[in-house]
């Protein structure tokens, strides 16, 4: 391998999904960078999931019938101590009634307050409780329940979800007819909790579900991580890297890639991801061109002098763009727009 470090990054959002209303004729953010390395990439298969192309990067198993343990990972990444026990993310979300099924909004429309997160968990508490549990809120939007051993649940993450009915992605399972009930249980202590009648007064949606996925034990490594640098500001993220007690930049720049040696730099930019789900198009392309100023002209131009041995770019929708050195010898490749690759 040429000297430089191979940067792995994952960066959901940055060429979409888009919500089927968007108008196809949008403007599109000025990425000169982006397009040129786009263009001469070599294209591969990449996993669509965040979570486990993290865990796959770190070289961590998990059970591919479960998925990997996200919230034991993630509640290590923000500062928990999740040894013992199995863990649960049960984040907040607002079912949205649409003729005759539930549709799941995009969480981060919620706009949702800590305090007011604490009071609903509260509420949600009171069923939870009797079947010896309790939901620990971590941060407004996130939320975790710890259970004693493997719940025989089969569960999918919210961020797929999204726009789409949410009776057909509830937890199956052997105990998903127990789950069920309990959770509808929640929902409806949930609609009568006072923190909700004062959003919907102030026209704010209420949190009338959690949605529970990512279960597991923290794993147990063994032996090193191809991986010696960490950038972002991501639980899973940061919990993997604490799992092999790597150090965690919140931006990526030229001075981590540039001591990085030549092992794996692994990054992951969420900047553009909520906006693409929201169909929010100003913000997305606000964030994009961010990205190209701080991330994607730097990286071009340390592939040119050799500093960054390999780009591998994750955009997280099925297909590894992998750029090395040699790949910009490629002159003839003409740089595409960018709506070409939404």
Not at 9 to 28: M, N, S, Y
Not at 99 to 117: K, V
Not at 161 to 178: D, W
């Amino acid at each position: 391998m040429a000297a430089g470090v191979v940067v792995q990054l994952l960066a959901p959002g940055l060429l979409g999904p888009w919500p089927q209303a968007v108008d196809p004729g949008f403007p599109l953010p000025k990425t000169p960078a982006l397009r040129r390395l786009l263009a001469v990439a070599d294209r591969g298969l990449a996993r669509p999931d965040p979570d486990a192309a993290l865990f796959e990067l770190f070289g961590v198993p998990w059970d591919p019938a479960a998925g990997p343990p996200v919230a034991a990972v993630g509640l290590l990444g923000e500062g928990g101590e999740p040894e013992d026990g199995w863990w649960l993310r049960a984040d907040p979300v607002h079912l949205v009634p649409d003729l005759q099924r539930l549709r799941l909004a995009e969480p981060t429309r919620l706009a949702l307050l800590l305090g007011e997160a604490q009071l609903l968990a509260q509420a949600a508490n009171q069923v939870l409780a009797a079947h010896g549990l309790a939901l620990t809120v971590v941060a407004a939007e996130r939320w975790y329940l710890r259970l004693g051993d493997d719940p025989g649940l089969c569960t999918r993450p919210w961020a797929p979800a999204v726009g789409e009915s949410a009776e057909a992605l509830l937890p199956t399972g052997a105990g998903a007819p127990q789950w069920r009930r309990m959770l509808t249980e929640v929902q409806m202590a949930l609609h009568a909790a006072t923190a909700n009648v004062q959003r919907e007064a102030r026209g704010l949606p209420p949190v009338n579900a959690i949605w529970v996925w990512g279960g597991g034990r923290l794993p147990a490594v063994a032996g090193a991580t191809p991986v010696a640098a960490v950038c972002g500001d991501q639980p899973v993220l940061r919990g993997l890297a604490r799992l092999f007690r790597l150090p965690v930049h919140p931006n990526l720049h030229s001075d981590i890639w540039l001591g990085a040696g030549k092992s794996q730099l692994v990054a992951r930019e969420d900047a553009a991801a909520a906006a693409a789900r929201a169909g929010d198009l100003a913000a997305w392309v606000r964030a994009v061109e961010q990205l190209e100023c701080r991330v994607f002209q730097p990286l071009l131009a340390a592939l040119r002098s050799g500093q960054v041995a390999e780009l591998n770019l994750n955009p997280l929708r099925g297909t590894l763009f992998s750029i090395s050195r040699r790949c910009l010898r490629r002159f003839w490749r003409a740089d595409r727009s960018l709506r070409g690759y939404l």
